[in-house]
Each structure stands twice: as structure tokens, then as C-alpha cells.
């Protein structure tokens, strides 16, 4: 049986895919501009061959910035119904793509059943279910990790974080950290090659992940191992040195016709954005950059949706392709589908705000709308053009019902004509019609 080619090399041979149509018209592009995007390796278009339910995305960064929820249970929480109503509430939102990171029981139905449910593209850590299937991670073969990439590959993963980059040489630079490794991917890894002095095995055997990844069209995200926890060890000599081999392994995988994107770092102060976007696009020859945030400062547990999100949008205002959203819950726990829905909509906010800011086509469109929308007095049509419809009805709601029934309004006027903040007498934009209408 012929082996189905990637995205990769049907752009590099000047196919243009049914995956890369569907993405030209999302994205207002042309077929032909997706077609080079891919060719270059400068966007990414995840569809695992057995996803059949997928709705194909593409991530670039000339593309619009695309956001990533992740769900998954834990040894201690959730099952597969709470799980899908996560991914249910994630792509209602407008998730471009989920991650299921479950590190309790029943992973594989857990995967299977989201796969199953998702149009969105689907990714993983296989290194998590690897590490589930021994005592003691100390004693994970190469060859399981192999099968457990293979399964996942097979049952329609479309792309996965794999730890590639961090190498026993890097060990001592983490060891100088204040938090050290905060990736469990990498601190597993890290101790793993500390017990058994030996290199990292997805760098050993990182060939053969690639026949893998080529057959099933998985697109390989590098995971970051090394990124930094905390202000404190941001852009630091770890960091980048694992940099430098992700640039590496972009070309390798490349070579391979595999699609290739790139995770970045975790906590970053603000003025140090910039410099990490840029650093990454020449390092690694302009793959897509996936953010984990960055989260801007380290003291605001419980808010650090808020606080990643500010970095977030400038990171995507300055290259990054994918935001990877940050719940309430970092830090503290195990989100819910209540988290997953705040942390969705504050990195729709800033995705939207860079593609704004990029002057992607059509970006503005929806805020010019709302703007219109607004200055009718139409709430229906600012609600349907809300990122959060639900939520805007339901302030609404809640203003308007706790207006007092002492109120001093005209009861000529309505409630639609102004909103409780302001009332009729000081609703601007109500005074400005006024005048012009003078």
C-alpha cells in the first residue's frame, strides 16, 4: 500500500492539498500562498491522516495567531465525560487546537474518545502515557516511548510535544536555576539520563520517530524542557543552549518531510519578549513558534490567565504562530471546564489583539462591527459579535436587574437606549447624536 505523503512534501511538489484549501479560505489567503507557507516550513497545517473529523488549521506566523487549550485528567481528577466537556467548551469558544495531557487512568480511551469528538486538530505528550506504564520513570525504554508514539500516531494524534532538545550536557546549566526544570516532559527526562547515564532516547532514536511522524503526517512540536519557570531563570544560558539544538532538529525533520514547529518559553518579563521571538525565527529558520504564555510576573496565582495573556499578545505581536493558554488554576491545580472557559477567552483577547496589531486581513473587521453595533444601540448584535456571546448577555442581564426600582429614569426611555453605568443623561454617545443632530 502507498504511503500517504505529508503536507510538507505535497506543498514542496506544488500540490496544493484539499487541507491547504480549507485553510486558504479560513485564513482569506490564497491556496497558492498557504502552499509556499508549507513548502517553506514556515507554516504547519496538523491532519493525522486517521483524524477524520478534522477541520483543518493551518499555524504560521504570517498566518492569524491560533491558540491552544489544554485538558486532560490527572491521577487524582477527571474521567472522559468531564474531560470531553472540556474539549466542548474549548472549541466553543474558539480553540484552534486542544492538547490532551492526561496523566491518569484510562489515557488511551481518554484519547480515543476526544479524537473521536474533535474537529479541532489534537495534540500530546506521548512521554506522559510512557511514564504511566512503569514504576518508576527511571526505568522507561526507548523502545516504549517508540510505541507509544506509534499508537497515538495511529489513532489520529495530529501533532505532539516531544522533549528532543534537552541533553545530558544541558543538565548542569538547569542545576545553576532558581526553579530548575518546571517541564514534566523534562524533568522527567533530566532524571531519567542522570540515573542511567545515558543521552536523552528521543534524541537517540529521534529517526525513527520520523519514519513514524512522516507515515501519519504527525507534525513534531519541540518541546521546550529547559524553558524557564520563573522571571528569574528566563533567557538564560539553558534556555537557549536547548535553542540552539531545536534549530537543529527543525532541519532534521525537514530533511525528513516532516512538519516541524517549535515551543517557546514559559516566564518572561516583558521587555524580554521581543528578543525570544526574534531569537527562535533565526535559530530555527522561521518554524512556528508555540508560547506557553509567557506569564509576566510570578506573583499573581490565581490570576495567571490574565497575567500570561498580557505576554502572550506580545509574543503573537512579534512572531509567535500559537499561544498555548494559561488557566485561573496554574499553578494551584487541575482546571475544569469553567477554567478552560476563562482561559480560552483571554487568549482569544490576545491573539485577536496581535492579528489586530499585524493588520491581518479582515482582523478588525469584527470590532468595527461591534462598534457599529454599538453606536445603534443594538445589544443583540454586540452580543453576537462578542468573543464571549454567553458572558456579554449575562452582564447585561445582571446590570439591568439591579437597577433601582427608585430609579429617577424617564420612562419614556428604555433600557436599550443606554447601559446602567451611565444612564440617559451621561450616555456619550447618546449627547454626541444630540448635537449633531443640531
Given at each position: ?48 491522516h486517521a483524524h477524520t473529523s478534522l ?277 494551584l491545580g487541575l482546571p475544569n471546564a ?101
Amino acid at each position: 500500500m502507498k504511503r500517504l505523503e505529508t503536507q510538507f512534501e505535497l506543498a514542496r511538489k506544488g500540490v496544493i492539498s484539499s487541507q491547504m484549501e480549507r485553510v486558504a479560505e479560513r485564513e482569506g489567503r490564497s491556496a497558492d500562498y498557504i502552499r509556499e507557507k508549507v513548502a517553506s516550513g514556515h507554516a504547519v497545517i496538523p491532519a493525522n491522516h486517521a483524524h477524520t473529523s478534522l477541520d483543518p488549521i493551518g499555524i504560521g506566523g504570517d498566518l492569524l495567531t491560533k491558540i491552544n487549550a489544554n485538558i486532560g485528567n490527572s491521577a487524582t481528577s477527571s474521567g472522559l465525560c468531564a474531560e470531553l466537556q472540556k474539549l466542548a467548551a474549548a472549541v466553543e469558544l474558539g480553540a484552534d487546537t486542544v492538547m490532551d495531557l492526561s496523566t491518569g487512568a484510562n489515557i488511551d480511551g481518554i484519547r480515543v474518545g476526544i479524537l473521536s469528538h474533535s474537529t479541532v486538530p489534537i495534540g500530546t505528550v506521548p512521554i506522559y502515557e510512557a511514564a504511566t506504564e512503569v514504576e518508576d520513570t527511571d526505568d522507561l525504554q526507548a523502545q516504549t516511548l517508540l510505541d507509544v508514539v506509534e499508537r497515538q500516531a495511529r489513532q489520529g494524534v495530529d501533532y505532539m510535544t516531544l522533549h528532543v532538545g534537552l541533553l545530558r550536557r544541558h543538565l548542569p546549566l538547569a542545576e545553576e536555576r532558581l526553579l530548575g526544570i518546571v517541564s514534566r516532559g523534562g524533568a522527567i527526562l533530566a532524571k531519567w539520563m542522570k540515573t542511567n547515564k545515558a543521552e536523552n532516547p528521543f534524541f537517540e532514536r529521534f529517526d525513527d520517530i520520523l519514519a513514524i511522524c512522516r507515515a501519519h503526517d504527525v507534525t513534531i512540536s519541540l518541546g521546550d524542557g529547559l524553558r524557564p519557570g520563573c522571571l528569574a531563570d528566563a533567557s538564560d544560558e539553558a534556555q537557549f543552549a536547548e535553542l540552539d539544538v531545536l534549530g537543529d532538529l527543525v532541519h532534521r525533520c525537514r530533511s525528513a518531510g516532516v512538519q516541524v514547529m517549535v515551543e517557546g518559553p514559559g516566564h518572561v518579563p516583558l521587555d524580554q519578549i521581543q528578543m525570544n521571538m526574534e531569537r527562535e525565527c533565526e535559530v530555527c529558520d522561521g518554524a512556528p513558534f508555540y508560547i506557553l504564555g509567557p506569564v509576566v510576573v510570578d506573583c499573581a496565582p490565581g490570576y495567571d490567565h490574565i497575567s500570561s495573556a498580557i505576554g502572550a499578545a506580545v509574543g503573537a505581536m512579534h512572531g509567535a504562530a500559537m499561544l498555548c493558554y494559561v488557566t485561573p488554576k496554574e499553578h494551584l491545580g487541575l482546571p475544569n471546564a469553567q477554567d478552560v472557559r476563562e482561559g480560552v477567552v483571554a487568549y482569544k483577547i490576545a491573539a485577536h489583539a496581535a492579528d489586530v496589531a499585524r493588520r491581518r486581513p479582515g482582523a478588525r473587521d469584527r470590532d468595527d462591527a461591534i462598534s457599529r453595533a454599538r453606536a445603534r444601540f443594538d445589544w443583540e448584535g454586540q452580543f453576537d459579535l462578542a468573543l464571549d456571546p454567553g458572558r456579554a448577555r449575562e452582564l447585561r442581564a445582571e446590570a439591568i436587574a439591579e437597577q433601582s426600582t427608585q430609579s429617577t429614569t424617564d420612562p419614556e426611555q428604555t433600557n436599550e437606549e443606554f447601559c446602567t453605568m451611565c444612564g440617559p443623561k451621561f450616555c456619550s454617545m447618546r449627547i454626541f447624536q444630540e448635537a449633531k443632530d443640531q
